[in-house]
């Protein structure tokens, strides 16, 4: 209290009592037992919050727990006819057999725990000679000996006319007063009217000065007065100015209240389960107070915009209640959803500053603790019947915990922390933590999580003391099935979260608030930067205000946002900050509305929610999160030199908007720099990737831009310069032109319902466009090829070669696994074999696990697109294909199906299908249904020394469990072995043929295990030596300058990248070498913003957008997504990360150099693979992330392009190199990775 306040010490209560509550009566045991029961025969008013005893059940100590809204109610002085005496009524009604009425009415609530007569009636004695309300209401019951017929109120009076702070025993007529009649019956203030027979109960203030010893008569014996309005504090500092707040509030008065203090006996603190009640009930009085303030003076206070003012002042009005809108519970209310939501939002602030946490950590109360039992095995009490002490020990233990931490005692450095404080509904406090270590000192190996959690029970033999602890605290008993009254199996309630749904009140929450602790803490400072259009920042002004007053007032009154500007204006430092940026450089001062430059500490900036439905002012918050040096409204619009006339414009300038507008104009943009027949291109590669909202109006608008060319070639191919085409015919034809894209891809116009249709006889069309794609192959260029490829063929290829071929030749089915490392010779079998069925009008299926690996592939695929295999697989997964469909009957029709780098998906991918094919398949050959793939010939491929499938936050066990070889179906597998190496056959220089063989046999033993071994799953391999870059101290540079010498005279020669590439393990190391590369050009650059939303899934039913923020979704990084800042320069290698177009080379891993930068469209040329050379421009698209580890589902408009100077090891898998760099600053994490880096290398 600092001295604040101060308080007259309580009453020494009577003799009795005093024993009773001290051990010092024969039956105090049965007193404190019962002192609830005890406690509520006595009182005056009934408590009308609903107890939730189930939350009792278990071996945990007995703890009260209240929930929703909570009153004290008194009756009337006369029970109606048939009704029995209840509380202030057994003071007045049958008083000569009170207690046994007394008794009758409470045994029945007390169990077997008998309540004493005896005692009993001693305490109603005490009552008779102390209580001054009991005096009271007897007074009443005298009057009506002598007057039974005369009506008759009691009035309780809500104060006394002196100095409250001052204890003495006031008479009754101080006290209560009675109402003959009709007589003075009138209402006065907040005092309390007892009426005769009235058949209601009323509900007492909260701060009628007799509210708590109305209901607590046994902790107050005397009835005296407690907290009145009326209070005053110690007005006068230490320096001798007066304070601005004079009166002690409520929750003051009951801070003090329960403090322990040496001269001052209070019987409060040790009344146990009473005690319990008493501090959930008065903190709920503290609340109900504070929402009665607030809901009272709605009417008072009214909010509007300046400009509204302004205009209600230009027509006349001058009263402050003919405008402004009512204020609603601020965010300054604890527990309130605003209150939740900024606290939520500020934790979020520090996300996108720091990244995601990397620990959490729960920390709960022991009720054990040393300092605890030390302090309560004075008094003989416990810990659950003094919450006060329990909270006090945790607060300053938590406090002193996080500075600990800070200070870098157990995890290291930490750069933030935020804790948030819950209560179980069963007793304790604890806390939730999140901290954020700095990245020197990251858990970013299992070695170092190891180190600091372990997630077993300690060995009692040699940790005696930790496994005591574990043991006890840490262990409860069995849960869920079968245990009736398990704990955890109770709906949990966050108490703050559901606060107007079902709120529950602990003791230890409520002696948390009422000692002002804090609830959510966070580190560093989050500075909630608040905005406006121009003239429409709120003003508060109260009900009847003289609106010109108010707006001469405000009119030229800063906000922190307008401060902002002037701060641009006055400092040059701030013009490189955005705004978010700038709380990290200047501080805000509230009282003079001023930014001054920083001179100590750190906050971070967090800009306010703005919903999408305001629109001006949400466009102008996603402008904020990029602008710097703002000056005015007008540079917040400006783009490019440009002022644009609403920020909306502004923000589709900047690509900050998913609509289909920017499609509208990348057309505009690509018809200058490329043909008619790229146009078509970006637009089919659109509806490929159904990133229009609208093809159709698109169509409508661009469709002339869109045939482009048409009428030439036209004139051209039918020898007429004076051909003249309608504009009906020219969009058929340019229609036709799409279709064409379309159908390689495996998709039709058809397939678009809002598309127009193509007349009749404007295309030629089959029954079945899949199987006509795979029947178009030109038979005899087949056969040269297959002939040329046979006579090359080694014994081991040879011998895989016939068995396949007799297998499908003789409809025998079966499935086949070629095994072999990277230059065995794989896919010159696959090609092989591919080119002798096609040659016979047979159809081959060439598919791949990956983009990049079905380009070597002739008429490759990938396995998902191809088979509708589903991302999110399970045991009873099948794939999405139609029995009846187009794509079951190409199945039917295959002779041979091909899958290259099998090993790398999950076995979970080829049971799907399996599954489908028998399905189809039985439905042609009887019995299909019984025999893998359904009879099918198909042939696997891979080498499972490299990537296997990836298994999120899965162990060894789990990536082997994944594998093929793991599969029911590997049984019915045939295993082709190719062991040759073909790079070494065809060398001709004997030395780089023997160093060739050394490499390949010490990949082949890392491959095996035979290197490194090691039982725990680690091992460490020497690198050869004459693979490793002699380094100079800067490893980025080192690998940069070996895998890319002379790189800025190279920059203008796509082959230069064809075959080269630096692989690292993770993204987050690709990112830096990119970016250490890209800081070594001195090229113009062009940056790309993303537009992020968040998507409305079935999974994400119950999650509120308003949490999820644009400027924290612009900051997730995943594998798969370009990121939300795309930074490119002319020249620069960049990989494609979606299958746009794979029949013109454009899948997912394609890598390009970028030739144009435009504002909507980017131009590249493609560098691997069959298209290399070929020249493609490339469009924004929605993406959405397929990473497991981002936990919300959201949309990226973003052009699906990475930089590419260095690619993740996984990335590589299928890549066509020669020249890498491997950098691994730390070890691979994952089977596979060291190897297909060295085959590359």
Avoid at 607 to 615: A, G, T, V, Y
Avoid at 692 to 711: F, H, N, Q, R, T
Avoid at 1094 to 1110: A, F, H, K, L, P
Avoid at 1208 to 1217: C, E, F, M, P, R
């Amino acid at each position: 209290m600092k001295g604040n306040i101060t308080l007259p010490q309580l009453i020494e209560p009577p003799v009795l009592i005093r024993n009773l509550f001290a051990g010092l009566d024969p039956r105090s045991s049965n007193f404190m037992l019962n002192l609830r029961s005890y406690n509520n025969m006595f009182s005056f008013t009934s408590f009308g919050g609903k107890i939730v005893s189930n939350k009792n059940k278990g071996s945990g100590p007995p703890n009260f727990v209240i929930a929703g809204q909570n009153y004290h109610r008194i009756g009337s002085l006369i029970p109606d006819e048939g009704q029995r005496p209840k509380f202030a009524q057994l003071y007045i009604y049958d008083t000569e057999n009170e207690v046994d009425n007394r008794l009758s009415h409470f045994s029945e609530h007390s169990g077997s725990n008998r309540l004493d007569p005896s005692l009993v009636e001693d305490l109603l004695k005490v009552m008779d000679e102390h209580n001054i309300l009991v005096k009271s209401f007897r007074m009443v019951r005298d009057f009506y000996r002598g007057n039974q017929n005369v009506h008759v109120k009691l009035r309780l009076f809500r104060g006394r006319t002196f100095d409250p702070r001052t204890y003495n025993v006031p008479g009754i007529d101080e006290v209560a007063a009675l109402i003959v009649g009709d007589l003075d019956s009138s209402e006065n203030g907040r005092d309390i009217i007892v009426r005769e027979r009235d058949g209601y109960l009323q509900k007492i203030h909260e701060t009628h000065a007799k509210y708590i010893p109305l209901q607590y008569p046994l902790l107050f014996p005397f009835g005296e007065d407690q907290y009145d309005e009326t209070l005053r504090r110690n007005i006068l500092t230490v320096t001798g100015t007066v304070k601005k707040r004079v009166r002690v509030t409520l929750r003051e008065f009951i801070a003090y209240r329960l403090q322990e203090r040496v001269l001052e006996n209070s019987i409060l603190l040790h009344g146990r389960r009473l005690f319990q009640q008493f501090v959930v009930d008065l903190y709920s009085m503290i609340e109900s107070q504070r929402l009665s303030y607030i809901r009272y003076n709605q009417t008072k206070i009214r909010a509007d915009f300046l400009a509204g003012v302004e205009e209600a002042v230009g027509r006349g009005d001058f009263v402050g209640s003919s405008v402004g809108s009512r204020v609603v519970l601020p965010s300054s209310f604890t527990g309130g959803r605003r209150y939740m939501f900024n606290n939520c939002q500020d934790s979020m602030a520090l996300c996108k500053k720091f990244g995601y946490p990397d620990l959490f950590l729960t920390v709960t109360c022991n009720p054990k603790w040393d300092e605890i039992h030390r302090h309560l095995s004075k008094s003989r009490n416990y810990a659950p019947y003094r919450p006060d002490i329990s909270c006090r020990v945790f607060h300053v233990k938590l406090k002193e915990m996080m500075k600990d931490f800070k200070k870098g005692h157990f995890f290291g450095r930490l750069v933030a922390s935020v804790y948030t404080i819950e209560f179980q509904k069963r007793g304790l406090p604890h806390a939730h933590i999140l901290l954020w270590l700095d990245k020197r000192d990251r858990l970013d190996s299992p070695a170092s999580i190891d180190s600091v959690i372990c997630a077993e029970i300690p060995d009692e033999s040699f940790f005696p003391k930790l496994y005591s602890a574990v043991s006890r605290f840490m262990i409860h008993g069995p849960c869920r099935v079968g245990q009736q009254f398990s704990p955890c199996d109770d709906d949990i309630v966050d108490e703050i979260k559901q606060f107007y749904d079902c709120r529950y009140l602990s003791p230890s929450e409520s002696i948390w608030r009422i000692f002002k602790f804090d609830i959510h803490s966070r580190w560093p400072a989050v500075q909630r930067l608040t905005f406006h259009l121009r003239s429409e920042q709120r003003i508060l002004f109260k009900d009847g205000s003289n609106l010109q007053s108010v707006l001469s007032r405000n009119r030229d009154r800063n906000t922190m946002f307008l401060a902002w500007f002037e701060a641009n204006r006055r400092y040059s430092a701030g013009r490189c900050l955005t705004y978010i940026q700038f709380p990290s450089k200047f501080v805000y001062d509230s009282d003079n509305r001023r930014w001054y430059p920083r001179k100590q500490g750190e906050s971070i900036g967090r800009l306010s929610f703005i919903p999408p439905s305001n629109r001006e002012l949400y466009y102008m918050r996603l402008l904020l999160n990029v602008q710097v040096g703002c000056k005015s409204f007008e540079d917040i619009r400006t783009v490019d030199n440009h002022v644009y006339d609403t920020y909306r414009e502004a923000c589709g300038e900047l690509q900050l908007l998913a609509d289909d507008r920017e499609f509208i104009d990348a057309i505009d943009e690509l018809s200058i720099l490329g043909s008619g027949y790229y146009l078509r291109k970006v637009f089919a590669v659109l509806l490929l990737a159904s990133s229009m909202s609208d093809p159709l109006k698109v169509w409508l608008l661009k469709w002339e831009i869109l045939a482009d060319g048409i009428l030439y070639s036209r004139r051209r191919t039918l020898n007429n310069p004076d051909l003249v085409i309608s504009s009906e015919d020219l969009k058929q034809l340019c229609l036709i032109e799409i279709d064409k894209i379309l159908r390689p891809n495996g998709k039709c116009l058809a397939d678009y319902k809002c598309m127009p249709k193509i007349h009749a006889g404007g295309v030629e069309t089959t029954n079945n466009l899949l199987i006509d794609n795979e029947l178009s192959y030109d038979r005899g260029e087949m056969l040269l090829k297959h002939d040329d490829l046979f006579r090359s063929l080694n014994d081991e290829q040879l011998s895989a070669y016939h068995q396949i071929v007799d297998a499908v030749t003789n409809s025998l089915g079966g499935m086949f696994f070629v095994d072999g490392f990277g230059g065995s010779g794989k896919t010159y079998l696959w090609n092989a074999l591919s080119f002798r069925f096609r040659s016979e009008g047979k159809i081959v299926l060439n598919v791949a696990s990956s983009g990049i690996a079905s380009l070597l592939l002739p008429g490759g695929r990938t396995a998902h697109s191809l088979f509708g295999i589903p991302l999110v697989l399970t045991e009873e997964s099948c794939c999405k294909i139609d029995k009846q469909g187009d794509k079951a009957k190409l199945l039917v029709r295959t002779s041979l199906i091909i899958w290259d780098e099998a090993p790398m998906i999950n076995r979970l991918a080829f049971e799907a299908f399996d599954k489908t094919l028998r399905d189809i398949m039985n439905k042609v050959v009887k019995g299909a249904s019984k025999v893998p793939f359904g009879g099918k010939t198909i042939v696997f491929g891979g080498d499972f020394r490299q990537i296997l499938p990836v298994v999120p936050k899965g162990g060894r066990a789990d990536i082997v469990h994944a594998t093929i070889n793991s599969s029911p179906l590997w049984r019915f597998c045939r295993v082709l072995k190719l062991t040759k190496n073909m790079r070494i056959q065809f060398s001709t220089d004997t030395e780089e043929n023997k160093s060739l063989v050394e490499f390949a046999k010490w990949i082949l033993d890392v491959g095996d295990g035979k290197l490194g071994v090691s039982d725990d799953g680690e091992a460490n391999i020497e690198i050869l030596e004459d693979l490793c870059v002699k380094s100079t101290g800067n490893h980025i540079h080192d690998i940069v300058n070996a895998t890319y010498p002379d790189l800025i005279e190279h920059m203008g020669d796509p082959k230069f990248f064809q075959d080269r590439a630096i692989l690292a393990p993770t993204l987050e190391l690709v990112e830096k070498v990119n970016d250490y590369v890209m800081s070594l050009l001195s090229f113009e650059e062009k940056e790309y913003l993303s537009c992020d939303t968040v998507c409305r899934c079935d999974e994400d039913v119950g999650i509120d957008e308003r949490w999820i923020t644009t400027e924290f979704l612009n900051d997730i990084k995943c594998s798969g997504m370009p990121n939300h800042k795309l930074r490119l320069k002319v020249g620069v290698p960049v990989m494609l990360l979606r299958n746009t177009d794979v029949s013109s080379g454009l899948c997912n891993g394609t890598r390009l150099t970028v030739v144009e930068l435009g504002k909507k469209i980017i131009g590249a040329v493609i560098v691997n693979g069959p298209h290399s050379g070929e020249k493609v421009f490339i469009p924004r698209m929605s993406l959405m992330p397929s990473d497991s580890n981002v936990s919300i589902s959201f949309q990226r408009r973003q052009f699906p392009l990475c930089l590419c100077f260095a690619m993740t090891i996984n990335k590589s898998q299928g890549q066509t190199l020669s020249d890498v760099g491997l950098y691994l600053p730390r070890p691979v994490f994952t089977h596979g990775q060291l190897i297909l880096g060295s085959y590359a290398v």
